[in-house]
């Protein structure tokens, strides 16, 4: 079966760094997407992989390695505003995306 | 650029309303667009991909008479919820995938909260 493992909630301190967690096993490879989705909006688009190494984007970056079935997102000099859940989504042989859970991220002062 | 348009974004109606959700992609073409359902604190569930000018694809438990989709052109999806009940209520989203090939990113709607008293 096709399964996405990501941890249900991490909490940070503002300023800090945080990395959340994805892992993967699904019929084919196509990609991974991380998504960000804040409470009771829907998801934006935050970065996407598909060959292995990391990926920067300001102060996010993701990471992939297709070897490991394995993606991290780092999040650096924490805001408030990251509060939010973030979504790891695999891009399958057939171009389906399968979603993990998310991984509720909390942000103390 | 990459802008979905969802509307409207929260509807309240009595049960056994049919309600009509619509998805647009307003600076990009997108041949696969896609309904999703949300409950709360819970991931977003798939309902169905909707193919421009072919029928939508829908997800297994999906009732395709109760979710009625239509693609009709490379910019727009509609979504008809007909006879909504209580149970119906939730946060569908849409999203939209660009025609450009490869594997390109969905961007997403800003959802519809829709509640069936």
């Known amino acids: 079966g096709q399964n996405i493992d990501q941890p249900t909630e991490m909490t940070a301190t503002e300023g800090a760094i945080v990395q959340i967690n994805c892992t993967y096993q699904t019929s084919g490879f196509n990609g991974l997407f991380w998504y960000q989705q804040h409470a009771g909006e829907a998801p934006t688009f935050l970065s996407y992989n598909v060959l292995d190494g990391l990926e920067e984007k300001g102060r996010f970056s993701s990471f992939l390695s297709r070897s490991k079935g394995y993606s991290y997102l780092l999040l650096k000099e924490l805001q408030m505003k990251d509060s939010a859940s973030y979504l790891c989504a695999v891009s399958d042989s057939n171009y389906q995306l399968i979603w993990g859970a998310g991984t509720k991220l909390i942000i103390k002062p | 650029g990459a802008v979905v348009s969802q509307h409207p974004s929260r509807v309240i109606c009595k049960s056994g309303t049919s309600v009509k959700i619509e998805c647009r992609s307003l600076d990009f073409q997108a041949t696969t667009m896609f309904w999703y359902r949300q409950f709360p604190k819970k991931s977003l569930m798939l309902m169905a991909t909707?193919?421009?000018?072919?029928?939508?694809?829908?997800e297994q438990g999906v009732e395709k008479d109760k979710f009625l989709i239509n693609h009709a052109s490379l910019t727009l999806s509609t979504l008809t919820v007909t006879s909504a009940h209580p149970e119906d209520s939730s946060f569908y989203i849409c999203?939209?995938?660009?025609?450009?090939?490869?594997?390109?990113?969905?961007?997403f709607g800003d959802g519809t909260r829709l509640s069936i008293l």
């Open positions: 909707s193919n421009e000018g072919s029928k939508a694809t829908y």
């Open positions: 999203s939209a995938r660009e025609s450009r090939g490869g594997n390109q990113p969905q961007h």
